[in-house]
């Protein structure tokens, strides 16, 4: 932890150079000047086309890769829907993953399009840093929520290096404005959508809440309420106490949640089934609210992409059912 913390304020002291500096580019011609590299897959292994912006540069957070997945058909006479998502290289090919699985989200979002089952879509996968993944995913608020004296000495340096705020604005401020310049996408609210799993579910579900007039759904899969593996509940209460206070209207807003019941997955079931109370007290509904459960199923890419259907219908599709 030492180590973590000590890379980290070195990273952290390199970013002010960058973005006070004399030798800094100001936002504008740093987002200006992001290449877009085209990266071709062989048409069995990714089902559409995948653009890659190498690097993507930011005042924000520290330069990380971004696939843009666009479905087969794909034209710039069509408006396209957009779903922004976490672990961006878990997302398409389970060759170059660390596990060697993936999501499937090509398969899984082309075949809906395909069926007319969801409006027309393109996907967003933001990758990770996998030293500061947890940093920039954590929510940052909903500490105000936990008693200081509850923290002990690493959890306590971990609050202290949390970027998740610094993250989303990464999101909205320079990576939407690009992908709504350079790509036929619906710019609106309605048809802006965030997404992710374990930590990438925490930060969906505090993307929409910080950002309501930027995103109308999230999709939290294996939602991490255990911070960094605690077995009370601090966490998740300090969650529901900033969810209670933050959450968007009902009207325009859906959320999607579910958990499994194995391996990690299994330490967030008492949490996942407490969430109930906090979104029916404020307003939410099955229409705009869902918390599923999913036996058998443990936490793995393996098993996020066997229901990865489920939200994907519940946000985007044509009919808006459960």
Request: aromatic residues 14%; charged residues 25%.
């Amino acid at each position: 932890m030492k180590m973590f913390i000590e890379k980290f304020w070195i990273y952290k002291f390199l970013t002010v150079l960058l973005c006070t500096g004399v030798f800094a580019q100001s936002g504008t011609d740093v987002i200006e000047n992001a290449p877009i590299k085209s990266i071709e897959y062989s048409k069995d292994s990714i089902i559409g086309s995948i653009q890659r912006i190498e690097g993507f540069p930011s005042r924000f957070v520290r330069p990380r890769n971004v696939d843009i997945w666009l479905p087969e058909g794909y034209s710039k006479d069509k408006k396209y829907a957009v779903l922004y998502m976490h672990d961006g290289q878990m997302l398409f090919d389970s060759e170059s993953t660390w596990n060697k699985q993936e999501w499937g989200v090509d398969e899984t979002l082309n075949d809906l399009i395909k069926e007319d089952a969801i409006k027309p879509t393109i996907v967003v996968g933001i990758w990770h840093h996998s030293d500061i993944r947890m940093t920039d995913y954590f929510p940052q608020k909903p500490f105000k929520y936990i008693n200081v004296k509850d923290l002990d000495q690493k959890e306590k340096e971990f609050k202290d290096s949390i970027e998740s705020d610094n993250y989303l604005k990464f999101i909205v401020e320079e990576l939407k404005p690009y992908v709504d310049t350079h790509f036929s996408t619906l710019t609106d609210v309605a048809n802006t959508f965030i997404g992710g799993s374990s930590m990438g579910g925490l930060i969906s579900m505090y993307a929409i809440c910080e950002y309501p007039k930027v995103f109308s759904g999230a999709i939290c899969m294996s939602t991490h309420w255990i911070g960094l593996g605690n077995p009370d509940t601090k966490y998740a209460n300090a969650f529901y106490a900033y969810l209670e206070e933050n959450l968007p209207s009902s009207d325009g807003h859906r959320f999607y949640f579910d958990y499994g019941t194995e391996t990690l997955d299994k330490e967030y079931i008492p949490h996942q089934e407490g969430l109930d109370r906090t979104f029916y007290m404020s307003g939410f509904q099955d229409i705009g609210y869902v918390n599923r459960r999913y036996d058998g199923h443990d936490h793995s890419e393996a098993s996020w992409r066997k229901r990865l259907d489920v939200p994907i219908r519940f946000l985007l599709g044509k009919t808006q059912k459960k």
